[in-house]
């Protein structure tokens, strides 16, 4: 059994879209797979994040979402999660996010699970994103862009990584949003290099841009292996 954490440089990065896809190749590849959001803002009823992923999984809605363990808190005002709770007098419990993944990982050999925002996101007022995978030691896997301000986001996480001793698993670099081609062309030669230096047993993968509905074939032939 294997639980991932997959977060990015920031908001709207791309992560949800990595992670459903990443879902969708262990899948394909027969294994027992689910994923999770440790909590989400701006929406009601049902998490959007979790919807995104089912649909790129080609499955329906699971049991497991419906009795709220694959996403422990759903908030309706989109911020930060430690506001948004706060907004409707509750505080995120970590023993609650960790009693969901317990009870997830009794089920399934592989669970992808989704963050918030990026690294340094407060879930309460006493609890980063950070601390929390570094509690768990979780492998990470870090979800960027070649997006102007790209190169500087991503090694300022990675830096916060190191300082934690943090494992990365591997980075994904999404070509969405377009750019332009010199911009991505040379954020990616930046990130490989400093990958190289820094961690060289870390994996690559890259997310082309998704035309209408395409689903496309990631190349991830030394992941999850």
């Keep these: 059994m ?3 954490f997959i977060t990015a440089i920031d908001t709207d990065a791309g992560k949800t879209i990595v992670t459903g896809l990443l ?3 262990l899948k394909e590849k027969g294994e027992n797979v689910i994923t999770m959001k440790l909590s989400q803002t701006g929406c009601e009823e049902r998490s959007d994040d ?4 089912r649909r790129l999984m080609d ?3 699971l049991p497991e979402d419906q009795q709220g363990l694959t996403c422990p808190y ?3 005002f989109p911020a930060s999660p430690h506001l948004a709770a706060e907004m409707e007098g509750i505080t995120i419990e970590e ?7 317990s009870t997830i990982q009794q089920s399934y050999e592989t669970i992808l699970l989704e963050g918030v925002g990026g690294l340094m996101v407060p879930i309460n007022s006493e609890l980063l994103v950070a601390d929390y995978i570094q509690k768990h030691n979780f492998p990470l896997i870090l979800v960027t862009s070649g997006r102007l301000g790209s190169i500087n986001h991503t090694l ?3 830096e916060v990584m190191k300082k934690r001793s943090i494992p990365l698993y591997g980075l994904v670099y999404n070509h969405y949003p377009v750019t332009e081609p010199e911009i991505t062309k040379d954020s990616s030669k930046v990130l490989k290099q400093y990958l190289h230096q820094y961690y060289p047993d870390a994996l690559w993968a890259e997310v082309p841009i998704l ?3 395409e689903v496309p074939e990631l190349d991830m032939e030394e992941w999850f292996r």
């Design 59 to 61: 499955i329906d809605w």
């Design 211 to 213: 035309k209408n509905s």
């Design 156 to 158: 300022l996480t990675l």
């Design 23 to 25: 879902a969708r190749y």
């Design 74 to 76: 759903l908030f309706r």
């Design 95 to 101: 023993v609650k996010l960790d009693e969901a993944i």
């Design 2 to 4: 294997s639980t991932y």
């Design 50 to 53: 979790l919807l995104a992923h």
